[in-house]
């Protein structure tokens, strides 16, 4: 059964104190990993999607990175616009049309 | 951009009320989605549709049904709200091919009174 649990929970960090946020999976056959951003009350907004051990991808203070067995997303000199849930996802090739299946995400707060 | 577009951001409905939710998509995508989220539980996935007319169960299918007539479309039924239904309603949708990047909307909150 695919699985996807992330780590920690909550995390609370100062203003530019930098932190990684982990995301470990089981599946049979990864086809694709997803990072998304919530905000309280919105729907998800897509940050990143990586295919293969190894990839990286950036996208201003945040960057993914991905091995085969988990996902660390890495913020760096965070900000407190950076607070949010963050949601890992993944999709399994057994999967059907590409549904996702997500893990609890991490509440991150940044505090000025 | 992308756009998934949730008719309505909050409802209050009574016990045994039929409820609709409606969604629409302006990107052409050929899967559409409802999840549901929930504290403690994440997001889970109702229905699914992958083309016009065409559906097929997600996770959590008991006590909702779907409609897809038009590609853009994809609407999500309670035939008869319960309590448990009480939730944050996300619709998303992506390309037909799976390693497509989903979309959400806004998502709607429903509260069973």
């Known amino acids: 059964e695919d699985q996807v649990t992330q780590s920690p929970e909550a995390l609370r960090l100062q203003e530019g104190e930098s932190s990684s946020l982990n995301c470990s999976y089981t599946?049979?056959?990864?086809?694709?990993l997803f990072w998304y951003r919530q905000d309280p009350g919105k729907g998800p907004e897509f940050l990143f999607t990586l295919y293969s051990a190894g990839e990286e991808k950036e996208k201003e203070r945040l960057k993914a990175t991905l091995t085969k067995k988990e996902s660390f997303l890495h913020i760096t000199a965070p900000k407190p616009e950076d607070s949010a849930t963050y949601l890992c996802?993944?999709?399994?090739?057994?999967?059907?049309?590409?549904?996702?299946?997500f893990g609890k995400g991490t509440k991150l707060s940044v505090k000025p | 951009d992308v756009k998934v577009t949730q008719s309505s951001r909050y409802l209050v409905k009574r016990t045994g009320e039929k409820v609709f939710l409606e969604c629409v998509q302006d990107?052409?995508?050929?899967?559409m989605f409802w999840y549901r989220q929930d504290p403690g539980l994440g997001l889970r996935l109702i229905y699914f549709s992958y083309d016009v007319k065409m559906k097929e169960k997600g996770d959590i299918p008991e006590g909702y049904s779907v409609s897809r007539e038009k590609k853009e479309r994809f609407s999500l039924i309670l035939e008869s709200a319960s309590t448990n239904q009480t939730s944050m309603y996300l619709c998303?949708?992506?390309?037909?091919?799976?390693?497509?990047?989903?979309?959400f909307g806004e998502g709607s909150w429903l509260t069973v009174v």
């Open positions: 996802a993944v999709q399994d090739y057994g999967g059907s049309q590409g549904n996702l299946i």
């Open positions: 998303a949708s992506s390309l037909g091919r799976a390693g497509n990047t989903i979309y």
């Open positions: 599946v049979s056959g990864l086809r694709g």
């Open positions: 990107m052409d995508h050929e899967n």
